[in-house]
Antibody, heavy 120, light 107 residues
């Protein structure tokens, strides 16, 4: 059974850096075709894809946020880390990590999400 | 970027109705389309991939169709647990964009 869980701060100040960790189980991120992505959702708004890391270390980022995002993986710890610099109140959202199966870049298993509020 | 536009933004239905949600891509995406269901305060639930393939465990009253730029999600015989927000997502190319969502409400 695949499970994912996000962890990190619930409150960050403007201009600070956000670091979120996705800890997963039930699959290996070193297995061919696997990936883990990050998606966020501002309160009352739609889903927005942020970043994806593949089993082979390849990475993809949302072009609108690429300059602020870094995604990394630690296969031995079953963790994926997303870093977002220069946080702003508009970045207030629930942040989800999700599993990408070998069959395509959709997300078949999701974490519960973590609400991050950006406020001074 | 490929833009995904869903219609309608919201719709009302009664239990037992058949409803259809449309998703349009700004350029052709073949059948690289997924659908999700989201209930308030919950993570999205994956329903369909490759435009029409149901994820294991998803009730057969859900169906998807389409290819190219135009796609539909149909729920036949709507059940009380189906009242949610539905999102489409293209995975033809990065960035992997979502539609703005369609809220299915009880009439």
């Amino acid at each position: 059974q695949i499970t994912l869980k996000e962890s990190g701060p619930t409150l960050v100040k403007p201009t600070q850096t956000l670091t979120l960790t996705c800890t997963f189980s039930g699959f290996s991120l070193s297995a061919n075709g696997m990936g883990v992505g990050w998606i966020r959702q501002p309160p009352g708004k739609a889903l927005e894809w942020l970043a994806l890391i593949f089993w082979d270390g390849d990475k993809r980022y949302s072009p609108s946020l690429q300059s602020r995002l870094t995604i990394t993986k630690d296969t031995s710890k079953n963790q994926v880390v997303l870093t977002m610099i220069n946080m702003d109140p508009v970045d207030t959202a629930t942040y989800y990590c999700a599993h990408r199966p070998p069959t395509g870049t959709f997300f078949d298993f999701w974490g519960q999400g973590t609400l991050v509020t950006v406020s001074s | 970027d490929i833009q995904m536009t869903q219609s309608p933004s919201s719709l009302s239905a009664s239990v037992g109705d058949r409803v259809t949600i449309t998703c349009r891509a700004s350029q052709g995406i073949s059948n690289y389309l997924a659908w999700y269901q989201q209930k308030p305060g919950r993570a999205p639930k994956f329903l369909i991939y490759a435009a029409s393939t149901l994820q294991s465990g998803v009730p057969s009253r859900f169906s998807g169709s389409g290819s190219g730029t135009d796609f539909t999600l149909t729920i036949s015989n709507v059940q009380p647990e189906d009242f949610s927000v539905y999102y489409c997502q293209q995975y033809y190319s990065a960035p992997y964009t979502f539609g703005q969502g369609t809220k299915l409400e009880i009439k």
